[in-house]
């Protein structure tokens, strides 16, 4: 009998970063079949420890909690996967994270007559390496397409390649909502939602934040807002080695012009003008039908991502924005999406529900996990790949692992905070000044 018709779901969510914890959890949330009831449902939170692991404010901000929450290293994660009996799993990883978590899982539950589903797919937009991150995600029970327009290029991608593409599922992202845009606020309020590495040289990113100054002070009866994603020393998904903060230090800086934290949904409420380059944010403020521009300034560029804006209707620079223009997205590019501004929001998620109830319900059990990437489709690449999270080729623990063996004691558990502090201080202090020395 299927989990969910016992009225007892237990779920569990593996994240490497703030805004991959926001996905995954929400996702869950979502995917969740319709016969089970939230009160009967737990959702057990992993984070994986790395540069991006995120702090207990960004937890905050995220807004998104769990039964329990805890840090663990890859071969922590599958020793507790190990003792645990889950329905459901969501892999919330960059792409070389899910391929190593698939193929320890493959090795955990080899001989395991029962297993959970397992799931996967990007936090937002995919406009860069498609092929690459497909193919590490290939081997999920379902690959969540955030479109309509994803789950056609997913599906090519895998068959293209002769894997098999019945995993792709389509679904949205899943932390749209909030009320409908109903007019313009009072003070007119416009918003430009920062990137943390787009773009990312000093140059582009001080003409940026120049040109939202500038658009304050010629419209001093607006609230112009720059949304940042952390602050310094916290660290996103992507590396933020020169953030907004530090940019605007020493500028003259009009009095309707704010720096502002916080939940995006929080921020969407008051904006009348949503500003980017080629963030999330974006979708989110379309769903909402708030006007919504994607920066072309730096020009329409692969490396910025707001080439996956072409067609939307929204491409604009600041020179228009300044003159009072106002965009109108195309409905039929909005439609392909996943935005669902048409209201069928309620319903995106019902075919991920249904394949998971579905799996849930199968006869014998699921059968093993099986990706694309093996020792032998891949025996130059795939290694490597494991070897960072210290896996084998066969996805077993190497020797010598951390904490392998036996839970961390509480001296291995101080020394490793102290360590993750050092390679932190390395990774978001050091290394930027390193490399910036090394440009001059």
Not at 200 to 227: C, F, G, M, W
Request: glycine letters at 10%; hydrophobic letters at 40%.
């Amino acid at each position: 009998m299927p989990a969910s018709a016992t009225k007892s779901l237990r779920v569990a969510v593996l994240a490497d970063s703030d805004t991959r914890w926001k996905w995954g959890a929400l996702t869950a949330k979502r995917l969740i079949p319709n016969e089970s009831d939230d009160s009967d449902v737990r959702l057990d939170g992993y984070l994986l420890r790395g540069r991006a692991t995120p702090t207990a404010r960004q937890l905050q901000e995220v807004g998104v909690h769990a039964d329990s929450l805890r840090e663990v290293t890859a071969v922590e994660f599958l020793r507790e996967m190990e003792q645990q009996s889950y329905d459901i799993l969501v892999l919330s990883l960059v792409g070389g994270g899910v391929q190593a978590m698939l193929h320890g899982l493959r090795s955990v539950f080899a001989g395991r007559e029962k297993r959970p589903v397992v799931v996967t797919g990007y936090v937002g937009v995919v406009y860069e390496k498609l092929a690459d991150g497909l193919l590490l995600r290939h081997g999920a029970d379902l690959v969540l397409a955030n479109s309509r327009q994803d789950a056609d290029r997913f599906r090519a991608v895998y068959d293209g390649v002769g894997a098999d593409s019945s995993s792709v599922t389509e679904v949205a992202l899943p932390f749209l909502g909030g009320a409908p845009y109903e007019g313009e606020h009072k003070p007119y309020t416009v918003v430009f939602a920062a990137q943390p590495s787009v773009p990312e040289s000093r140059k582009d990113r001080t003409y940026l934040l120049n040109r939202l100054i500038r658009h304050a002070r010629q419209h001093p009866e607006r609230e112009v807002l720059l949304k940042l994603r952390s602050k310094p020393g916290e660290h996103t998904t992507h590396i933020e080695e020169l953030p907004y903060q530090k940019l605007v230090q020493g500028k003259d800086v009009p009095a309707n012009f704010r720096l502002v934290y916080g939940h995006m949904g929080e921020v969407l409420d008051r904006t009348d003008l949503m500003v980017t380059v080629s963030s999330t944010a974006a979708l989110e403020a379309l769903h909402r039908r708030i006007p919504t521009v994607v920066l072309t300034d730096l020009g329409v560029r692969e490396t910025l991502g707001n080439h996956h804006f072409v067609g939307s209707g929204c491409l604009a620079s600041w020179d228009q924005l300044d003159a009072g223009h106002r965009p109108v997205p195309d409905a039929e590019w909005v439609s392909r999406q996943g935005v669902a501004a048409d209201g069928s929001y309620a319903t995106a998620f019902d075919a991920g529900r249904e394949r998971i109830a579905k799996l849930l319900g199968r006869p014998g059990g699921l059968p093993p996990l099986n990706p694309y990437y093996t020792p032998e489709t891949a025996p130059g690449y795939l290694p490597g790949i494991l070897a960072r999270h210290h896996l084998g080729p066969d996805g077993v623990p190497l020797p010598g692992a951390p904490a392998a063996d036996k839970a961390p004691g509480p001296v291995r558990q101080i020394v490793r905070r102290a360590a993750r502090g050092a390679y932190r201080h390395g990774v978001q202090r050091v290394a930027p000044v390193i490399r910036r020395m090394g440009e001059l």
